[in-house]
């Protein structure tokens, strides 16, 4: 595509630009890419490809670009954190496999929704937000980036209402008046225009998938919600698919929704599991803590497979547990009670009565790390829905896993 490219003379725009080299690796914190990459969150996203001649802004050439490693690859990272402010969220580099001698890389910079993102002015000794125009990088006035900031706001707002929406409708799938209930959902903050129809093969092969990952990070255990929906009987819904329960009664009935735009829903009945050596039945309104564990292994599995997928940048999510007794239930005005599993190594296993409400964990998450990353991404979402309940430590989920088979 780059031959192409320079053999049409393909003139740089405001998503596309050509360099010739990429700076030493010491001095890119100092260099005019870190401002390219700036101005391109800040327009929509672009890329930035390192091994191309230009003449009046066309492509006329190949050079060698110089080496991207891996050592490299992590300063772009690093600095698209530090050195802009918010920071650039999903900046991906890229070796380019070519013919010869001459190297090509590529830097890949997402739309944002966190503009305008500022960069620090050394002429003007402040910080300056740049914009892509055309084939230029120029500064946003006043008025652009008070607009800018205006806008990021009300994407917020919005982004926000979708989702709290989604989390109702996915806890209104099963009755929380009767069992307790855990809910879980996912949106990209940044929707793509073009969302992906998916058929219902592949939404079976992202839950097989999803269930596979979960598995894993769960020491090998099946106590999670993705075994007990079924994949392969997953029905059409609004702008997605529903993914059913294994059984349509059952003390472990879970559901889950893919959508196009890339959101994603889990809910797991809660209340009312198997417990502790006897197989007892707990109370509608008592809910194992490795079921928690369990429940967010699923749904953070799920939220990575699918923007594998089709990535869309980083993810806002909500984990709860909803509650909602009732006089005309069995289960009268019980407040939620957690049951920690037994920690051989801590001791202790007494149960925890939750004060008032459980509040919904808030995250926003970037499913493009590599999984060890996420991994801990994973485990920290457990302890905040778990510390919540008065439970310090985590006993299934754990960053210190053996290799994948």
Excluded at 14 to 36: M, N, Q
Excluded at 239 to 249: A, D, S, Y
Excluded at 286 to 307: N, W, Y
């Amino acid at each position: 595509m780059i031959d192409a490219a320079i053999a049409q003379g393909l003139v740089e725009s405001d998503r596309l630009d050509w360099k010739k080299h990429l700076p030493a690796e010491r001095d890119f914190k100092t260099s005019g890419i870190v401002k390219d990459v700036a101005a391109f969150a800040n327009s929509g996203g672009g890329i930035l490809i390192f091994g191309v001649e230009e003449n009046q802004k066309a492509a006329s050439g190949r050079v060698d670009a110089g080496d991207l490693n891996e050592s490299y690859e992590r300063t772009i990272q690093a600095v698209s954190y530090s050195a802009i402010s918010p920071p650039v969220i999903g900046v991906r580099s890229y070796k380019i496999p070519a013919a010869g001698n001459d190297r090509l890389a590529a830097i890949i910079v997402p739309a944002s929704v966190d503009g305008p993102h500022l960069i620090f002015d050394g002429n003007k000794q402040s910080f300056s937000a740049p914009l892509r125009v055309n084939s230029d990088t120029q500064w946003m006035n006043e008025r652009l980036l008070e607009a800018s900031y205006r806008a990021r706001f009300e994407a917020a707002r919005r982004g926000h209402e979708h989702l709290e929406a989604l989390y109702i409708d996915m806890t209104n799938s099963f009755d929380p008046h009767r069992n307790a209930v855990l809910v879980g959902v996912a949106r990209p903050r940044l929707l793509s225009p073009n969302p992906k129809r998916r058929k219902q093969p592949e939404i079976a092969a992202l839950t097989a998938k999803a269930q596979d990952d979960a598995w894993y990070w769960l020491g090998q255990g099946d106590y999670q919600p993705l075994t007990d929906v079924t994949g392969y009987g997953a029905r059409p819904g609004l702008r997605g698919w529903i993914v059913p329960p294994t059984e349509r009664v059952s003390w472990r009935r879970a559901r889950a929704a893919i959508f196009d735009d890339g959101a994603v829903g889990l809910v797991w009945e809660a209340g009312g599991h198997r417990y502790g050596a006897n197989g007892a039945n707990l109370p509608a309104h008592h809910v194992p803590a490795d079921a928690v564990e369990g429940f967010v292994a699923a749904l953070l599995a799920l939220i990575k497979t699918v923007s594998d997928d089709a990535p869309a940048g980083d993810v806002e999510l909500l984990v709860g547990v909803e509650w909602m007794p009732s006089e005309y239930t069995s289960a009268g005005n019980e407040r939620l009670v957690f049951e920690p599993a037994y920690d051989f190594v801590r001791g202790g296993n007494s149960t925890t009565t939750l004060g008032g409400n459980y509040r919904p964990v808030h995250r926003v998450v970037d499913p493009s790390q590599e999984e060890t990353v996420y991994l801990q991404t994973v485990v920290d979402v457990a302890i905040d829905c778990l510390n919540q309940a008065g439970i310090r430590h985590l006993v299934r989920l754990s960053t210190d896993l053996p290799a994948r088979w």
